[in-house]
């Protein structure tokens, strides 16, 4: 129906930030070629960008400049008034919206802030620049701390302002609202409008999206950090004044909550620390000491020996006054000028914004408002995308041995949080547990199982297993107790017994550390004589699959044809139609060479063992992958220029180019996927993303999914 959309509010603080991630985050899904453009922006001091535009362009990347992000200044739309020049702001707006539309296959319009004195002047103005530009209106009202029809209200008279001036609104959000009264605000909705084929949704109020951090506090402060510089970025959700002896204290604490207490209070401050360790009590984000005391010497050693202690931070103001002071950075100095609480740094807060509006919003009826965009090829959003729904589709049970590092248990919160795996963490139940409170991890212990291995009620059983695996290279019943102790090689046994579906490591694992147990007990898959591996190469319109990229480094004619199928096939499961082609630095009978001849002797191998599949080598790089250049190189062939399985002659030329690749173009590099095992290990890198070990871990259920699909068959 539509190529733009324009969100409009008639308020601040409605969470425009949330409704743009959600959109474009579905749009991306779609078509990479996405702007984002606010008609009116307010200048910033020092220099300083629109947050919003800031915040957008930046988190996805988008291929667009600041200056054609919006139309005008508030400053130049007043002096255009000013001298009675309306239309010179209308005619400015859309000149630079449509040299835009001529470039972009959607564009997502975010309408006013509405900070100023004029709200009445800002809708009239947001109303006539949607329709000069022709955009649909989606609705954006606010339900925070109001009735039903009170929310109502403003939004109903919005409507009928629209429709007046003959804008097509094609849907009503609300945002915001109190959790208790969704359904019947939704209902109330649906009683109001339902006739009109609206979109219609409800987003509930969300306390961490409008919460600051400790940082930010220290920051709006100009507090002193004393300690737990590394914790900064903990989430303040909510104030305790602790001014009272200890033992009546630690008995108001709450989840997250910044304690203020006088910096002379050392028993208070030492009970706080300790209360943060136990986990017979809160979680706590920070320690505030008021009327510029700090701690006495001997407590202040007490804390310079703590690892990793919690933030305190010191301010000269009295315990009252910093109280008061505290409620002003949360509802003015960081909801209404951090993007209504989202700052670009913030993953968790996006992340969760993303997951409100996905999980509150019918996708299916948006995405009929923007079906006319034209997809080419799978764009990397929804390659990522379909990865977490297919894995969601038949749950499976994954390993993660690594279950004290960070990344992993925030990965886990994510997987977990939208169930899309089961899980099961190796290591010591309190020592995760505690490292998931220090770090406000939002993952509930009941969720998953964590099995330390060296309690594990299966120990003795996996151990003999093992034994019997290994005992022809010379294991005993010792040393094998003695391998099940390292937590690589007792999650490769719980794959390796059914326990698991599968096991994703690296992190802070060698490859060689992940993939030797997996090689050992695990082992190839009869039809293939090793294990290989391919990066899933998300480019700005297609998603291309390179191999081998990781693990073996000269391979021979027989291997390479092997890594050729196993790509292929590999492809095939994850909705990539293979098209193969075999590398080399000549294409089609005009090269000579050992290296060559090694590419073109393991097409003939695969083409004869796989008649089924499209392969083509040797074949040039350009020539695989440019329609123009394959055709005039191999005019006759069914994969030069359209190769959508690309396979290396070997580790370093393919290590380089996935990485070249990577750089250059700013391609999403997922991988590398082992392929090759009778049940499926990946590794991941050392360096690896929270969104890295999301999808291998994805990439891993679906791996599990696909083996039971062809046992069935």
Wanted: aromatic share 6%; glycine share 6%.
């Amino acid at each position: 129906m539509t190529s733009s959309l324009y969100i409009s509010t008639t308020e601040a603080g409605s969470g425009k930030a949330l409704i743009s991630l959600g959109i474009i985050e579905l749009i991306l899904r779609k078509t990479n070629r996405v702007a984002f453009f606010r008609p009116v922006i307010r200048k910033q001091p020092l220099d300083q960008q629109d947050e919003d535009i800031n915040l957008i362009l930046n988190y996805f990347a988008l291929n667009q400049s600041y200056d054609w992000a919006f139309g005008l200044y508030t400053e130049e739309v007043q002096e255009l008034i000013s001298r009675s020049n309306y239309d010179e702001v209308l005619d400015k707006i859309i000149a630079k919206y449509k040299n835009l539309e001529q470039n972009y296959d959607f564009i997502l319009c975010e309408g006013s802030d509405y900070l100023g004195q004029v709200s009445a002047f800002e809708f009239n103005l947001n109303t006539e620049i949607a329709k000069n530009l022709g955009c649909p209106i989606l609705i954006l009202g606010n339900a925070e701390r109001r009735s039903i029809q009170e929310a109502i209200a403003p939004v109903k008279m919005s409507l009928k302002s629209y429709l007046a001036r003959e804008c097509q609104v094609i849907g009503i959000v609300f945002n915001k609202a109190n959790p208790e009264l969704l359904a019947e605000l939704l209902i109330a909705l649906e009683n109001k409008f339902g006739n009109s084929n609206y979109l219609l949704a409800v987003i509930p109020y969300e306390p961490k999206l409008s919460s600051p951090r400790v940082r930010e506090i220290a920051q709006q402060l100009n507090a002193e950090v004393l300690y737990g510089h590394n914790r900064l970025d903990n989430l303040v959700l909510g104030y305790v004044i602790a001014a009272m002896r200890l033992e009546h204290a630690i008995t108001r604490l709450k989840e997250d909550s910044l304690v203020i207490t006088p910096g002379d209070r050392s028993d208070i401050i030492v009970g706080l620390l300790q209360a943060h360790q136990s986990v017979n009590y809160p979680h706590l984000s920070g320690i505030l000491l008021s009327g510029d005391l700090q701690p006495d010497a001997s407590i202040r050693k007490l804390i310079d020996g703590l690892y990793d202690p919690l933030p305190i931070i010191s301010v000269p103001t009295n315990t009252y006054e910093t109280s008061e002071l505290v409620k002003q950075v949360n509802t003015s100095l960081v909801a209404r000028t951090r993007s209504e609480g989202l700052a670009l740094c913030d993953r968790e807060k996006i992340t969760l914004s993303i997951q409100l509006f996905d999980d509150r919003v019918n996708l299916s009826q948006l995405e009929e408002q923007i079906k006319t965009i034209k997809v080419k090829g799978i764009t990397p959003k929804m390659f990522t995308y379909n990865l977490l729904q297919q894995a969601k589709s038949q749950k499976r049970h994954i390993v993660l041995p690594e279950g004290k590092e960070v990344r992993i248990l925030q990965a886990a919160a994510f997987l977990l949080n939208r169930d899309i795996v089961d899980l099961t963490l190796l290591g010591k139940p309190e020592k995760i547990e505690q490292i998931i409170n220090q770090n406000g991890i939002s993952l509930d212990i009941g969720q998953l199982q964590i099995i330390n291995p060296a309690r594990a009620n299966k120990f003795e059983s996996y151990a003999e297993q093992f034994y019997q695996l290994r005992k022809h290279k010379g294991a005993t019943p010792e040393l094998a107790r003695e391998y099940l102790l390292d937590v690589s090689y007792f999650g490769t046994m719980m794959v390796y017994s059914g326990d698991a579906d599968g096991m994703v490591s690296g992190a802070i694992h060698t490859t060689q550390h992940t993939l030797r147990p997996a090689l050992q007990l695990i082992k190839t898959k009869p039809c293939y004589s090793l294990v290989s591996s391919v990066f899933f190469m998300c480019l700005e319109d297609r998603v291309l699959v390179y191999g081998d990229c990781a693990i073996n480094p000269n391979p021979n004619a027989e291997e390479l044809a092997e890594i050729a199928m196993a790509s292929a096939d590999t492809a095939t499961a994850f909705g990539i139609e293979p098209k193969v082609a075999l590398l080399s630095y000549s294409s089609g009978t005009s090269g000579k060479g050992e290296e060559v001849e090694k590419v073109r002797t393991a097409t003939v191998i695969a083409r004869k063992r796989r008649p089924d599949l499209k392969i083509e080598g040797p074949i040039q790089y350009d020539a695989a992958v440019d329609l123009t250049v394959g055709s005039q190189k191999m005019p006759n062939s069914q994969v030069a220029g359209q190769a959508s399985v690309l396979i290396f002659p070997d580790l370093n030329t393919g290590n380089n180019t996935y990485k070249a690749v990577q750089r250059e173009t700013r391609a999403i590099a997922i991988g590398p996927i082992v392929q090759g095992l009778n049940k499926p290990v990946n590794d991941l890198s050392r360096g690896c993303t929270v969104d890295d070990i999301i999808n291998t871990v994805a990439i891993t259920a679906i791996q599990t999914q696909n083996q039971d699909n062809s046992v069935m068959t």
